[in-house]
């Protein structure tokens, strides 16, 4: 079992910045591929970005590249996502996911969440 902390949302303006961590506990995470993902209300999750297990590869959603970047420490067990010039449209709660294996885009692949962290960005 897998155990996902996110931390790091907030309350901000367009423009600004945040740094969002995804802490494991129980195992390893250097064995798991991490995505992460957002859903704003009334909508379904989305993909903003993934990192395959070595952190040699990361995937970022159109509506974000350029904007955010994900990242890994395996020293510390922890991901990543380093979001800046922050849109009223990035507003939604933003949940890390775990899966072994190569990452996907479909959240349903994904086996262990966290609880997840809210971004609100104002204009």
């Known amino acids: 079992q897998v155990q996902l902390v996110e931390s790091g949302g907030g309350s901000v303006q367009a423009g600004d910045s945040l740094r969002l961590t995804c802490a494991a506990s129980?195992?390893?995470?250097?064995?798991?591929?991490v995505g992460w993902f957002r859903q704003a209300p009334g909508k379904e999750r989305e993909l903003v970005g993934f990192v395959n297990w070595s952190g040699s590869s990361t995937f970022h959603s159109d509506s974000v590249k350029g904007r955010f970047t994900i990242s890994r420490d395996s020293s510390k067990n922890m991901v990543y996502l380093q979001m800046n010039s922050l849109k009223p449209e990035d507003t939604a709660v933003y949940y890390c996911g775990a899966r072994p294996g190569s990452p996907v885009t479909s959240a349903r692949l994904y086996d262990y969440w966290g609880q997840g962290t809210q971004v609100t960005v104002s204009s």
């Open positions: 129980g195992r390893n995470l250097s064995y798991y591929a």
